[in-house]
Nanobody, 116 residues
Framework: QVQLVESGGGLVQPGGSLRLSCVAS?????????MGWHRQAPGQQRESVAS???????NYRDSVRGRFTISRNTVRNTVYLQMNSLRPEDTAVYYC?????????WGQGTQVTVSS
């Protein structure tokens, strides 16, 4: 079965950087259409952060554009989220996902906390 494992979360001061990684196993790389990240802050709905298609097309939510960069290693079935200039409002649990013909699979989430 498809499994997604995230890593790279943690505590960082405002203005700092983190790089999240997500490795997908149990799926063939050419079956992956889209990989991406959502996040969910306490008491709030889960929201889309960034996504990247098999062709490399990227999408970002407005509040992270210019600060976050999504990338993908198709050989390793891995998606990355480079987060720079972090703000307290970026604090959330970050979930990666993959879209393939059978639907969407989610990772377990990794906590990102931005605080001084």
């Amino acid at each position: 079965q498809v499994q997604l494992v995230e890593s790279g979360g943690g505590l960082v001061q405002p203005g700092g950087s983190l790089r999240l990684s997500c490795v997908a196993s149990g799926i063939r790389g050419f079956d992956i259409n889209v990989m991406g990240w959502h996040r969910q802050a306490p008491g709030q709905q889960r929201e889309s952060v960034a996504s990247i298609t098999a062709r490399g097309n990227r999408n970002y939510r407005d509040s992270v554009r210019g600060r976050f960069t999504i990338s993908r290693n198709t050989v390793r079935n891995t998606v990355y989220l480079q987060m720079n200039s972090l703000r307290p409002e970026d604090t959330a649990v970050y979930y990666c996902y993959v879209d393939q013909k059978n639907g969407r699979n989610w990772g377990q989430g990794t906590q990102v906390t931005v605080s001084s």
